[in-house]
């Protein structure tokens, strides 16, 4: 989906902020942050990482930007949870006002009043899964992106969109993260590392860029020469 969190390869947000960046926390609260993010899963609060990350994306868009990396997932923590009826919006604001805060503070979370299903279970842990059909393209092959936007969570950037790449690797079949996070099940996918020229993305040489990417955002790449 379009919305802030795409900021890959955008112009306009300056150099990247390395500031304590060997630190694993930067604040005590960004550790609790973390256990929720473990405990919240296991309370059944989203099945898929993908679920998790789509939430993230769904935040209030000034959040996103000023609430850092671990308010970002505290954001979708808290939209999840409410939206799985594990906890409500009030009580959250209840414990929010008898910490000192106030309701005119920047809430990241955004719940859902129609949230989507959960779906099934995962089929076992991890994302990797075996496919019954063989891969659609090898390494060496040519091939262009999908050009069109989708309204849910997508892996495919916007600066990568409508472009031509070279497949480097295939990485055998994975769960679809365009259907996990929706509940729509697992739906796995070949997955393949794809290498775009910086002159294909952003029309300045000297380097090149490397994503992995499903099999539904691939086609063949045409040489009409």
Known sequence: MDGIHDLGGKP??????RTGEDEVFHKRWEASVFVMNGVGKAAGGWYHTDQFRHAVERIDAQAYLKHGYYGRWLGGIETLLVEAGIVTSEEIEKE???????????VAARPSNKPEPLGPNPSKDGARRDLPNSPAFVAGDMVRTAGQPVPGHTRLPAYARDKTGQVICHHGGWVFPDTAAHGQGEQPKHLYTVRFSSETLWNKPGFSVSLDLFEPYLSPEVNND
């Open 96 to 106: 929010l006002l008898a910490r000192g805060g106030s309701l005119d503070d920047l």
């Open 12 to 17: 306009g947000y300056g150099r990247v902020d």
